[in-house]
């Protein structure tokens, strides 16, 4: 069971951008969490230091047991396979196919060859793809591509699922489908956090609700609507 726990989070950019000033608060194993705001809000960066993209420049993440601010560098893949991540523009690997994406995962973390079908061939039919295991990326449609990118990102069992925008290419009815998939994994006990531009999805499928503003947490709660702040 894997709690995140965030205090005083800041990062400051090269460039002396402060992105995120100052945020704290704790996801409890299970939730499912959307992170909103305005374009420059600073949510990407947060969503970064979440999986550990980005390295703080103050305060403290962490997860289950691993410290993002302590951890030695040998730590990092084991933490890793803590964390599936999902992102607005897929990237699959596009001379892979479907099963090769999703097997690829389980190879470099070195699952021994017997394992790796039967839980890929798995996750496959969870997200409705096991008739397209031998097509490649650039044969499927978006909500296509972003159903591989969900089978990779839990193909390993992550406690945590964080996916940046990841309706952020897709029409209503396709982005709806990808929403009944987290939730349902989500259903399984895993923690989804989720940054999202969507409105509507937001509205329909109330979840905690984290609003950044000018790089600090304005915002923290149970069911929260999306209203016309944006
Ligand atoms: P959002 O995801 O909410 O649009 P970001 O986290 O991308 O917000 O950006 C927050 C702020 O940090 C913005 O002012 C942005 O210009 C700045 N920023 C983002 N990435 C970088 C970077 N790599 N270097 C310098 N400033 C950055
Ligand atoms: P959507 O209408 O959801 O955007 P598409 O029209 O892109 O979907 O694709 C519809 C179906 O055709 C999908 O199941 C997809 O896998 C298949 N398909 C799309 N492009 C190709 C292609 N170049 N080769 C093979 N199958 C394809």
Do not use: C, W
């Not at 952020?168 to 399984?188: A, H, V």
């Amino acid at each position: 069971m894997t709690t995140i726990q965030i205090k005083n989070a800041m990062k400051r950019y090269d460039n002396g951008v402060i992105a995120v000033k100052g945020i704290s608060l704790t996801v409890e194993p299970g939730e499912f969490v959307y992170v909103i705001g305005s374009s420059g809000a600073g949510k990407s960066t947060f969503i970064k230091l979440l999986y550990h993209e980005l390295a703080l420049t103050e305060g403290m993440i962490k997860l289950g047991r691993f410290n993002f601010g302590e951890m030695k560098d040998r730590d990092v893949p084991y933490m890793r396979r803590e964390i599936g991540i999902v992102f607005q523009d897929f990237k699959l690997l596009p001379r892979l196919t479907v099963f090769e994406n999703v097997a690829y995962a389980m190879q470099v973390i070195e699952t021994p060859t017997r394992k790796i079908k039967p839980r890929v061939m798995h996750v496959l039919r969870l997200v409705g793809l096991e008739q397209k295991l031998r097509r490649f990326p650039s044969e499927l449609s978006g909500g296509e591509q972003q159903r591989v990118a969900i089978a990779r990102a839990i193909v390993n069992s992550p406690e945590v699922v964080i996916a940046d925008e990841p309706t952020g290419n897709l029409d209503p009815d396709t982005s709806d489908e990808i929403m009944d998939i987290l939730e349902r994994i989500n259903s399984d006990g895993t923690t989804i956090i989720m940054a999202t531009h969507n409105r509507e999805l937001v509205n329909m499928r109330p979840h905690r609700l984290l609003e950044i503003a000018g790089g600090r947490l304005v915002r923290d709660e149970e069911g929260g609507a999306y209203g016309n702040e944006d």
